[in-house]
């Protein structure tokens, strides 16, 4: 697979939380962060997730707000 996004980022799915329409995906990254991801609970089916699967996050953004109270 060839893609545009630089910021590739290996881990393991520890959980699969599916909703009405989108499920949230938790990756394990090494060193123990863990990274969620929301996608449609068609794309999981489609690429058959499964806990403890190795995936990669990849993540493209023109920009990374924060906001604070």
Known sequence: MRISA????????????????TSHISLELPGGTVMMASITNEAVADLGLKIGQTATALVKASDVMIGVD
């Open 6 to 21: 630089r910021n590739q980022i290996a881990g393991k799915i520890i959980a699969i939380q599916p909703g009405a329409t």
